[in-house]
Nanobody, 120 residues
Framework: QVQLVESGGGLVQAGGSLRLSCAAS????????MYWYRQTPGKQRELVAAITNTGRTNYADSVKDRFTISRGNAKNTLYLQMNSLKPEDTAVYYC??????????????WGQGTQVTVSS
């Protein structure tokens, strides 16, 4: 059984920074990709950033040059450093995991989400 737990969300003013964390546990293949998605009410969940176990990254255009995805030294930990936050970044952020050598697949496992609110 795989479990993902996010932390680090909160309220921040526009222009500020937050760092999200995700800890994955359970039976996890060393070959995997991990993801940050976000969702606002009435909208579909959208990809924010992704990273493979080899360190390849992928970003949504809306967050390039502001957000950085990374993996920790501890196995299967994931981070999202968010700088220069904008009100439109307000959403519930979800951590996701897919266990495959094929990059950029829709996650099969999800965390419970963490709220990020950016005030103007």
């Amino acid at each position: 059984q795989v479990q993902l737990v996010e932390s680090g969300g909160g309220l921040v003013q526009a222009g500020g920074s937050l760092r999200l964390s995700c800890a994955a546990s359970g039976s996890i293949s060393s070959i995997n990709s991990m993801y940050w998605y976000r969702q606002t009410p009435g909208k579909q969940r959208e990809l924010v950033a992704a990273i493979t176990n080899t360190g390849r990254t992928n970003y949504a255009d809306s967050v390039k040059d502001r957000f950085t995805i990374s993996r920790g030294n501890a196995k299967n930990t994931l981070y999202l450093q968010m700088n220069s936050l904008k009100p439109e970044d307000t959403a519930v952020y979800y951590c996701g995991l897919y266990m495959s050598s094929t990059a950029w697949r829709y996650p099969a496992y999800w965390g419970q989400g963490t709220q990020v609110t950016v005030s103007s």
